[in-house]
């Protein structure tokens, strides 16, 4: 690797290259993550749609399936985080990664147990608030990135949070190889988190019948829609959303209170601890009444199209990026691709000089 690709992030990790996996929920397994950070990456286990008290076992499996450094990704305004911040802490997890409305004190504890803290945001000025808070990286997200995104493109939104903070950018939304590496650390970040890649790759749990639809979008079938909660999602356009587009708020209204009951039972969170969470949502995303409601749709509509293989009744989170994947590789070989020719594009301009 070329000393172009060892950077700060790098460093501060422990990793052999400057790619993340991302903690994607219902996709980021203990086998996932465990390829991910076997082939040099850093994976992190997504704990946002495990019960907070199974995280820990979650965790010590990863262990068993890798010596590398890993991380740990959860919503820190969701009811349980005290309890994953926890088992972050008492397994000795390289890193957190954290997004909506941060939290200072769980923050200050994990740093002060010397916890890696890497949020990750969709505006320059949440990214500044993140540094302010104690992070240690920062993933920043443009529009071209999968699931809950914001509106900025990616080139810019690099640039403008490199020049704004001191800690080192990892770029997110619309990677997935040596290229786009390379164009990442000219817009000055230091890495690059890909999610999508990720989704297709071998070790990936994603049912065969999700797949196959990633892999057969094309970029015009890559849409953000505000149907599914409320707020904008980059999704692989289907059935679904097609049909929660055309529908009135009295078929979403009806439709969050099912997943509402159903995200209870899978997380065996009280409804007290919903409404908590519901409403730190509310006010950091600054929601109204009936999108709060509809927040409830995604993860357990994420869970049919992501775990249960069903993508015509559950939805399908991806990025830009899915328009043109075309292949299933093994982790090892993704990872190896990318460096290969992140090193040759390197190679390549330096001759151009």
């Not at 996709?27 to 390829?35: D, E, F, N, R």
């Not at 980059?234 to 439709?255: H, I, K, M, T, Y």
Request: aromatic letters at 2%.
């Amino acid at each position: 690797m070329t000393p172009a690709l060892e950077t700060r992030l790098t460093q501060l990790l422990g990793t052999r290259t400057p790619i993340l996996q991302t903690g994607m929920g219902w996709v980021a397994t203990p086998p996932l993550v465990a390829a991910a950070c076997n082939a040099g990456a850093m994976g992190f286990l997504a704990a946002a749609t495990i019960p907070p008290m199974e995280v820990e076992a979650e965790i010590v499996k990863l262990k068993a399936l890798t010596s590398a450094p890993f991380g740990v990704n959860f919503l820190m305004d969701a009811p349980g985080a005290d309890v994953i911040a926890d088992a972050i802490i008492r397994q000795g997890v390289r890193a957190a990664g954290y997004n909506r409305a941060p939290k200072g004190p769980l923050i200050a504890k994990l740093k002060a147990a010397g916890v890696i803290c890497i949020p990750t945001c969709g505006a320059q000025k949440h990214a500044i608030k993140a540094e302010a808070l104690g992070a240690d990286a920062i993933i920043v997200q443009g529009s071209e990135g999968g699931g809950h995104t914001g509106v900025v493109p990616t080139s810019l939104l690099v640039s403008q949070c490199a020049d704004a903070v001191s800690v080192p950018i990892i770029a997110a939304g619309g990677f997935r190889d040596g290229r786009g590496l390379v164009a990442a650390l000219a817009l000055g970040a230091e890495g690059i988190a890909m999610g999508t890649r990720f989704v297709l790759t071998a070790e990936s749990p994603v049912p065969t019948a999700s797949t196959d639809r990633f892999l057969a979008a094309k970029i015009a079938d890559v849409l953000i829609t505000t149907a599914i909660d409320g707020m904008p999602q980059r999704v692989v356009v289907n059935e679904l959303v097609r049909d929660l587009e055309r529908s009135g708020p009295a078929r979403r209204l009806v439709l969050s209170l099912r997943s509402a009951l159903a995200l209870r039972r899978q997380t065996g969170a009280r409804i007290i601890d919903l409404l908590r969470s519901g409403l730190a949502m509310r006010a950091n995303e600054r929601l109204t009444r009936s999108q709060m409601l509809m927040a409830a749709n995604a993860p357990m509509l994420a869970k049919k199209g992501m775990q249960e293989g069903d993508p015509v009744n559950g939805y399908l989170p991806g990025g830009s990026v899915a328009g043109v994947i075309e292949d299933r590789p093994t982790c090892e070989e993704l990872v190896s691709r990318i460096i290969e020719e992140a090193n040759a594009t390197l190679e390549k301009l330096a001759k151009r000089g």
